[in-house]
């Protein structure tokens, strides 16, 4: 089995795209490997074959943590800052979680992000949308990803929740902050910021939740803290997972996705389609194209370029014996690539069939917030194409982040004006 680094990396969006390049010129590899171990998994047939096999199950608490999960669990052994925080927020994810207390605490989110939920949510994401626009539109240059995309997913949340103005505003710098947990090669320093924040945003989102309970009239929180109540199971840190205390603890654990992938998913989509030549005309000639161009934008750009899974059992899998125990790298963003899947694909096509793409996962572990980051990113698209706007946009000005996890803009200038008739 090669080796992953012979042929590149999945470190930052240019380099994975260099080696989806190079990894699909290997015909007869299923697989590549990692120096300590690990499976990479990035055909998009097997990534969506591999993801519902139940032995290739989430990373426990105790995996994520090579070991160390009740060190890190106590916050007087593991202050903020130390990397205590960022575990104990995401011992309370669904990812991290398996059998038997997976299904029940994954329903409980997806019941609330359903496709009918989210259509409900869909005034709210368009005023929002409208109003950040408007800040944005003629004052000169911005920063799209800061300015746009990071305050939309802030925005809509907080509504949602409950949030105070002030804790909107902090909110922000926590959720740009804690995106260097994806670092793949933290500095001590690193570390000691996203932690903080982590710490930082974990009890503010908490805090505005439980607040929330408390006050009632929050139609989305009260329904999970009534679910939350039937998660009756016991802690097992070594493989099913933690079981959140309560609602504050379960949200802010599992909205990281939904305030910083979400975020970027919009500004992603949005610069896909500003470098294709003539699309936004198009769409605004044909606005029942807006579905196709968002697809097109998410395969094309997809913000998560892979997560682990985890071996729970042995696997054998096209003829390849996983061990018990080995963590697998799930390429996702790597399926989007794969020309099977996709002939030329890295071409903008909007005529593609919108079926297959790996960008929000697969199988039990498929993102359970996909179809609402998809309806944010298509609400913006459409305020973009339905008013009479300007945009000026130069791709050679934009900036991604290298040695990350996910495909995130650190820098994406662009200006808009309101055109005059």
Not at 13 to 30: G, H, I, Q, W
Not at 50 to 55: C, K, R, V
Not at 271 to 299: C, H, I, N, W
Request: glycine content about 8%.
């Amino acid at each position: 089995m090669p080796l992953l680094e012979t042929y590149g990396s999945f470190s930052g969006r240019n380099s994975f795209r260099e080696t989806c390049r190079k990894m699909y010129a290997l015909p007869d590899v299923p697989f590549l490997r990692t120096p300590d171990g690990q499976i990479v998994v990035f055909r998009n047939e097997h990534l969506r074959t591999l993801s519902t096999l139940p032995a290739a199950g989430n990373m426990s608490p105790e995996a994520l943590s090579a070991g160390t999960f009740e060190f890190l669990r106590d916050e007087a052994a593991a202050p903020a800052g130390s990397g205590g925080a960022i575990v104990r927020l995401l011992a309370n994810q669904v990812f991290f979680t398996n059998a038997p207390l997976h299904e029940p605490a994954r329903r409980i989110l997806t019941k609330q992000l359903s496709p009918k939920a989210v259509a409900a949510f869909e005034p709210l994401a368009k005023t929002i949308v409208a109003e950040l626009l408007a800040e944005i539109t003629d004052v000169g240059e911005v920063d799209f990803q800061q300015r746009f995309g990071d305050e939309l997913t802030c925005r809509f949340w907080a509504t949602l929740i409950g949030m105070t103005a002030e804790e909107k505003v902090a909110l922000v710098e926590f959720v740009r902050d804690m995106s260097g947990m994806f670092n793949i090669e933290p500095t001590e320093h690193d570390v000691y910021v996203f932690d903080m924040a982590a710490d930082g945003y974990g009890k503010t989102v908490a805090q505005a939740v439980r607040r929330a309970v408390t006050a009632g009239g929050f139609p989305l929180v009260d329904a999970l803290a009534e679910d939350i109540k039937g998660l009756e199971l016991n802690d097992d840190p070594a493989i099913a997972g933690i079981v959140p205390k309560d609602v504050g603890n379960y949200l802010a654990a599992n909205l990281i996705d939904a305030y910083h992938t979400a975020a970027l998913g919009a500004a992603n989509v949005v610069y896909t389609l500003l470098r294709q030549p003539g699309v936004l005309e198009q769409l605004r000639a044909d606005r029942s194209l807006l579905t196709a161009a968002t697809f097109e934008g998410f395969r094309l750009e997809p913000p998560v370029l892979h997560l682990h899974r985890y071996a729970l059992e042995e696997i054998v899998f096209e003829g390849v014996r996983i061990p018990k125990g080995t963590t697998l790298m799930m390429c996702w963003g790597a399926g989007n690539f794969d020309p099977k899947a996709f002939p030329e694909p890295e071409q903008f096509k909007l005529d593609r069939p919108m079926r297959g793409h790996s960008t929000f996962g697969a199988g039990a572990q498929i993102c359970p917030g996909r179809i609402l980051a998809f309806m944010l990113a298509e609400k913006t698209i459409d305020a973009l194409v339905s008013q009479n706007l300007s945009i000026s946009f130069n791709e050679a000005d934009c900036d991604w982040y290298e040695k990350w996890a996910m495909a995130q803009l650190r820098r994406m200038p662009i200006e808009i004006k309101r055109l005059h008739q």
